[in-house]
């Protein structure tokens, strides 16, 4: 291997899990925009998952751009989160993908190759355990010096 890593063992086997990711955080889509920017802000989220009322992932919030609409007056407090979230393309091309804390990296890298951010569910996609970014790999790399 003369000191580099091969692209599959670029994380050694390590799953979603070992990124030790902080619990998620979601909105129900009838929050509103003013309670959805508080809580974003006290939490330092820049990507908020959006739930139905069965906890199933709608879309997602992306806090800065909500954040510009709200400034310039184009978003009003009492505005349900709905009204500005991403929905989730789901679709024969798009498929639904299932990431879960068993779910290897390296998947999840190439996951993120395509998508700013991934939900993290349970094999049952019933809760949403945490949410995953570039960055979280990232860190992981250096963190364990790989």
Do not use: C
């Not at 959805?36 to 739930?51: G, H, M, N, W």
């Not at 990296?105 to 998508?115: H, T």
């Amino acid at each position: 291997m003369n000191g580099t890593v091969l692209e599959k063992d670029k994380y050694r086997g390590a799953v979603v899990e070992d990124l030790q990711l902080p619990p998620a955080f979601a909105l129900p889509a009838d929050e509103a925009v003013s309670r959805a920017i508080d809580l974003a802000y006290e939490r330092d989220y820049s990507y908020i998952p959006v739930l139905d009322r069965t906890r199933n992932p709608l879309g997602y919030l992306d806090v800065a751009a909500l954040k510009t609409k709200w400034e310039a007056q184009q978003a009003s407090p009492d505005d349900r989160v709905l009204k500005y979230m991403t929905k989730f393309e789901r679709t024969a091309s798009h498929p639904y993908t299932l990431i879960t804390p068993a779910t290897p990296l390296s998947e999840l890298e190439k996951f993120l190759d395509k998508n700013i951010f991934a939900i993290i569910t349970d094999y049952g996609r019933k809760f949403v355990l945490a949410v995953a970014t570039k960055q979280d790999l990232e860190t992981f790399v250096s963190r364990r010096g790989l």
